[in-house]
């Protein structure tokens, strides 16, 4: 299988494409920390980038993935409306995956991994995955409910990942978490994860693929609060 796939769902541009020689190229934008996110200028770039590496045509594509969430609300809205412009363009089906789930599929090999993005309004979004299992559905917590998210009884100890875990370090390692140095790759969803959930997601159609925000878009709740 021949695919692209995508990832905007975080601040982070991720774009990866997959050969039939089962090789991942990826390319990414990392906007440095509170600079603002270039999902709609890179997106494409990033894409043709990454075809052009890979030694793959637009035509070569057998299908297109997407990162649906949970996330930013725009990075999301651009993501999915792009990868749904492209699908269709080419003829080809269309996949959503779960951003948390990729994001834990990059992290360490054999341990218990709690998904972590920061979800701003000082929330987080959560899911926890052990041994390729959902252990914990995709959720949107408080601080303060982290560390029992957090505390296992079995000896073990969740590997807390992403830019999530890095802003509540201190609750999730207050449950028992342990969290990476705020270096290490696993915190940042990867191409690879991306393009290997891509090839395995079932083809539901099209319409089918759409954001999960897992809660009211910001936008939603202002223009709640101005109507009389």
Do not use: K, N
């Not at 949970?70 to 999915?80: A, D, H, K, Q, Y």
């Amino acid at each position: 299988m021949t695919l692209l796939a995508f990832d905007t769902a975080t601040p982070a541009t991720v774009v990866g494409v997959l050969a039939p020689d089962g090789t991942v190229t990826e390319r990414r934008d990392d906007p440095e920390p509170g600079a603002r996110p270039q999902h709609s200028g890179a997106l494409l770039a990033l894409a043709d980038a990454a075809l052009t590496a890979a030694g793959v045509a637009y035509a070569d594509l057998d299908r297109v993935g997407v990162g649906v969430g949970p996330g930013g609300f725009t990075g999301l809205r651009i993501g999915v409306s792009t990868a749904r412009a492209l699908a269709q363009s080419l003829g080809v089906p269309l996949v959503g995956v779960s951003s948390l789930r990729a994001l834990a599929d990059g992290g360490p090999a054999g341990d218990p991994v709690l998904a972590v993005l920061d979800a701003r309004r000082g929330e987080a979004f959560v899911a926890a995955y052990e041994d390729g299992i959902e252990i914990v559905a995709p959720s949107v917590v408080r601080p303060e409910e982290l560390p029992a998210l957090a505390t296992r009884q079995d000896g073990r100890a969740w590997v807390a990942v992403g830019d999530g875990a890095l802003r509540f370090a201190e609750e999730l390692e207050r449950g028992g978490a342990v969290v990476p140095a705020p270096s290490d790759p696993a915190h940042r969803i990867g191409a690879a994860a991306v393009c290997g959930l891509a090839a395995r997601a079932p083809d539901v159609g099209r319409d089918a693929v759409v954001p999960d925000y897992l809660r009211v878009p910001d936008a939603d709740i202002t223009r709640r609060a101005r109507t009389p």
